[in-house]
Every structure is written in structure tokens, then in C-alpha cells.
């Protein structure tokens, strides 16, 4: 008989992630509802935001609840199916949680969603450059920052999954890309594997200067992920009218507060800054998605995967991208 096993959030954990911030408890599979099917979890989607869901802070989404299965994206198999157009071993999208079987039904942009068959590329491409990392990349550069040829790109968080995808997407729209990572190992790998104008190490002492020396004319753009003093350098490097798109901040999601900004800058400089989310992406998503898969089987965007193995260790992964041990899209294998 298949076991469910679950990850319940126990209590709201305090900086790093552990599995004493959850139970585990194990049950049986669920049945498929009029509407909804039942899938078992193959990958877990890691993302910063699994550890803002823990917070109880105002969010884009309510707070996970305590006793409540840890909400997640993931790559899942029909395994019954009670709604139209699915079948048993349909591979599909959605909000499987930290849970071997899940009920899944359409809805929003997050919402279950069918990995298109006969792609040429491996399912869960379509949970990172082909799904939602890659898609937050494309809205953010294209829809939000609108990058075009003439102008230089800065991205933060350069060699994540949304980062390495962000900074490729504005080379072949013809910018001038610069990456900021942490250390000179993924600063010249920014260079070297995803075709970067330069990538600066923001651990280096002389951050500044790099990042100075790599911005000649200043920059237009910013796809900014990381927050703090990083996204305050990097501002500092923009001209006048220049584009901002506010991705995410990672630097403060393991923390309590926020952080303070000069908005001084941003005023004398007429910049232009947006915030966006996923989670108005659902009309474009279909055609970003496609977009970014011929670039990725045309070989003009390398995405890489690092894959942890085991349910009960997505607590444990998900502390690796608050140490940056991850390259591109963090995965845990559940089945
Ligand atoms: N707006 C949206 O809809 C949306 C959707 C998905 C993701 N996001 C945002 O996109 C960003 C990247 O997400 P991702 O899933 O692609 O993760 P990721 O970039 O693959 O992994 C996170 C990376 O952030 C860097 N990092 C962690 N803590 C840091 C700190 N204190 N200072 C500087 N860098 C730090 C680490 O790289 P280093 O080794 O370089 O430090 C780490 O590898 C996050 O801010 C996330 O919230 C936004």
C-alpha cells in the first residue's frame, strides 16, 4: 500500500531551516475530488520564498499555518484523475507541498498545469529555467525592465536559477550583462558557462571597484534578487532613468525584519522601479515558457540543476540557498 508521508510545519523556525520545525506523519494517499486529480510528488521546487511562506509576516500569500503541510511548487505523476483532459501518468506543475501525494486542480498561475510532452528536454527543466524561475526571469527582464540592444544589464543572485536565466535572456535581447555573485568561482562561471560581459564577486573586498570597473557608463537595467547593500551598490552604478525590476531580497528572508532604503538616489536619478511576482504571470506564462524552451534546446540558455535526494531532507535544502551552495535550480527528489 502507497504511504503519504507529510511534512507539517510544527513551529516558525528562527534563521536556519531544520526537520524539528516540522512533524512527519504518514497516512493514506488522497482521493481525487469531482475537478481535481491525485499526483505523486517525482521534484520539489526550492525556493526562497518556502522560507518567507514559514514567516508570519504580510506576504504576497498567506503564511503556511502551523499544522499545515508545507506549501511548495513541485513535478509530480497523475495518479488518479477525476478532471478532464488528465490521465494517469500525465507529468504536471503545481502546488504539491511537502508530501508524497497531493490533490492538485487548475487555478491561477501556480495552479496544476500539464509539462508539455515531446519537448526534447527533461521534465524538470519545466520546474526551473522552463518553468517558474525561467518565467519570473522573462517577465522581470522583458515585461518589467523592457532590455533591449544599447543597454547594460546588472543581475544580482547572477548564478541562481532566476539569476543565470535573467542575465542570459538579456543577452539575447541584445544588452551588455553584468552578474553579481558570491565568490570568484561563480563570478567566472557567470563568464564562462552562460556568456556574462563580466560577473563580480560581491564576498571580494574590493566589490565596489569590481562592480565600478565592470559599469564603465554606469547601467540601465537592474534585475535585482538580493536586497541589502548589494542592490544599493548596484543602484549606485545606474543611470539616470534607468529600469529597476524588483525580483526578490533574499538577503532578508531568513531574517526577522527588513531593511531601511536611501531612496535619495532613486528620486535625484528618475529611476524606475517595480515590483513583480509570478503570480500575475499566469497570461504570459505559456508563451514565456515556450520561448524559453527553444532557447534552451537551441543551446543560447545553459541551465543547470543541483538535486537533493529525499522528502525529508527539503528542510535541510532549502538552508543551501540561503549559503549560496546551490548552482541554478535547487531540486529535492522525492520518488
Ligand atoms: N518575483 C517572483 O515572482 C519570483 C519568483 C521566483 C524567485 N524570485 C526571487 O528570485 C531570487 C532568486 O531565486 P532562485 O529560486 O533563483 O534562487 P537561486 O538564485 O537559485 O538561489 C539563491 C541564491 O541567492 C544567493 N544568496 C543567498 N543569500 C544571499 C545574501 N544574503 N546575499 C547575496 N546573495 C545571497 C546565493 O548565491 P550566491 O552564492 O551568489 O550568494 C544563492 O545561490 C530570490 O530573491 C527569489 O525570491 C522571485
New binding site residues.
Partial sequence: MPVNRQLKLARRPEGRVSLEDFTVEEGAPPQAPDGAVVARTLFLSV???NR?WMKDVPQYMPPVAIGEVMRSGGLAEVVQSNLEGYAPGDLVFGMTGWQDYSVLKPGGALGLAKIPSGSGLAPEKFLGVCG??GV?AW??MIEVAQVGPGDTAIV????????SAAGQIAKIKGARVIG????SE?ARKLVDDYGFDAGVD?RAENFRVQLKAATPDGADVLFE??G?E?MEAAISRLNPRGRVAL?????I?NGKGGTRYDWAPIMAKRLKVQ?????D?AELWPRAARELAGWVRDGKIKAEETIVDGLTNAPEALNM??????????LVRVA
Fill in positions: 525556493d526562497p520564498t518567507v517558474p524561475n519570473t517577465a522581470g544580482t543572485a547572477a548564478a541562481g536559477s532566476v539569476g553579481i555573485a558570491g565568490g561563480k560581491y534578487n538580493v541589502g548589494i525580483s526578490g531580497m533574499i538577503s528572508y515590483g513583480f511576482n509570478l503570480i504571470c540557498l540561503f549559503d549560496g551552495a546551490n548552482v541554478g535550480k535547487l
